[in-house]
């Protein structure tokens, strides 16, 4: 096995995990396959990554963590500091994310990230709400908080640069503009 992930121009299917023990009485079989598959002891950060291919893609994160085929890296401190901010509060969160990315890896850094699970049906709906009463805001902070539940509003208000109150007011008021729509379809009013 290579000392370096694979690097290229194109972005790769990245799969980063958070390291834990395993109890070798408990799961010998899962040490033993650990043991094997590992290319170096320890990881800085406490997590390592995967590169995959994207029909990788429909695996879970931990799925792809117990495939035996595909070489595990540590994750640098200069990598883990390197990815966006809703990047590493997921990864914080769930201990796992995968996402499509550029990795440097003279500079040990990832470039062109974007998470697996943006996908076109959250576009999708951010311009529903939009082409509706709320403003993009509104949408966006409505459909990340509330309806995906991706993040907290404090987290997402962190990630945005903004504070927690400006979050919550954009979502109490598309709340309220769609409940006023649901109110207006449910009495036959046209908008």
């Known amino acids: 096995m290579g000392a370096h992930p694979p690097s290229g121009g194109d972005r790769d299917f990245v799969t980063i995990f958070k390291t834990g023990s395993v109890d070798r009485d408990d799961y010998p079989e899962l040490t033993e396959n650990l043991l094997e598959g590992r290319t170096q002891l320890a990881s800085e ?66 470039e062109d990230v974007a998470l697996a699970w943006e996908e076109q049906d959250f576009l ?23 309806e995906a539940d991706r993040y907290t509003g404090a987290q997402w208000a962190d990630i945005r640069g903004v504070t927690e109150d400006a979050v919550r007011s954009n979502v109490n008021s598309a709340r309220e503009k769609l409940l006023a729509e649901e109110d207006r379809e449910s009495s036959g009013e046209s908008p």
């Open 45 to 110: 950060t406490g997590y390592l990554m995967k590169f995959g291919d994207v029909s990788h893609r429909g695996l879970t994160p931990f799925d792809v963590a117990s495939l035996h085929d595909v070489p595990a890296y540590p994750l640098p401190e200069t990598a883990l500091e390197a990815l966006p901010a809703h990047v590493r509060a997921d990864l914080e969160r769930d201990g796992a994310v995968q996402m499509f990315a550029v990795y440097d890896r003279d500079q040990h850094r990832f």
């Open 124 to 146: 999708e709906r951010i311009a529903e709400l939009v082409a509706g009463d709320c403003s993009l805001h509104e949408a966006v902070d409505w459909t990340v908080v509330e």
